[in-house]
């Protein structure tokens, strides 16, 4: 099946530094990859979306300038976290849809998620 | 009122039972449901969809789907330890409940 990689799978960073989660594709083209965030115990939030060559679509609440979001490939989308503090400690996740599944599904497949703590 | 709602649990039975999960959604207009399922500290990994109203089986697991009601239901046959996790429904594919918590005890 569709394998996404994504990578760190965590970090540690001091407050004020910033951060990027690489999210890769590995036997598929994915024009458009998912990224969510996760606090524990919560379920997950659609933080934006991210599309090949174009800017990313961002959730209401979502601070792009904040979370920066790279898809400069068709196998590859990043997401910066600049400046990040504290309260950006989270779990986050990206995925695409599941090119094995017949086309109108929605099936996503994700990456094994980056955790990370800031402090 | 939320998107997807999920009972938080946790949802403990013993081994060998059936697991009962549920889901509502206030989206009318949905077209697809999702049954993901999350081990503490991992990503998500889909269980199965289901589009149409109704029962889909696949092994131990059912969904059912009833779009009048808003509600669609996730059933686990003789529940396993291993079925211990975190299920998340899913409507659209890209907007989750805040996941029921399984434990499913020796």
């Known amino acids: 099946g569709a394998v996404v990689s994504q990578h760190p799978s965590w970090v540690i960073c001091k407050s004020g530094t910033s951060v990027k989660i690489e999210c890769r594709s590995l036997?598929?083209?994915?024009?458009?990859m998912f990224w969510y965030r996760q606090f524990p115990k919560q379920s997950l939030m659609l933080m934006a979306t991210?599309?090949?060559?174009?800017?990313?679509?961002?959730e209401q609440g979502v601070e792009k300038d904040k979370f920066l979001i790279n898809h400069a490939s068709l196998t590859l989308s990043t997401l910066t976290v600049t400046s990040a503090h504290p309260e950006d400690s989270s779990f986050y996740i990206c995925?695409?849809?599941?090119?094995?599944?017949?086309?109108?599904?929605?099936?996503?497949?994700f990456g094994a998620g980056s955790r990370l703590t800031v402090l | 009122q939320k998107e997807v709602e999920q009972n938080s649990g946790p949802l403990s039975v013993p081994e060998g039972a059936i697991a009962s999960l549920n889901c509502t959604y206030s989206?009318?207009?949905?077209?697809?449901f999702f049954w993901y399922r999350q081990y503490s500290g991992k990503s998500p990994e889909l269980i199965m969809f289901?589009?149409?109203?109704g029962d889909k089986e696949d092994g131990r697991f059912t969904a059912q789907l009833n779009k009048a009601s808003q509600y669609v239901s996730l059933l686990i046959r003789d529940s396993q330890p291993s079925d211990s996790a975190t299920y998340l429904c899913?409507?659209?594919?890209?907007?989750f409940g805040e996941g029921t918590q399984l434990t499913v005890n020796p």
């Open positions: 995925s695409a849809r599941d090119p094995s599944v017949p086309s109108g599904a929605n099936v996503l497949t």
């Open positions: 036997d598929f083209q994915a024009t458009t």
């Open positions: 991210s599309n090949e060559g174009s800017k990313a679509t961002y």
């Open positions: 989206d009318r207009g949905s077209q697809s």
């Open positions: 289901i589009y149409s109203n």
């Open positions: 899913a409507v659209n594919g890209l907007t």
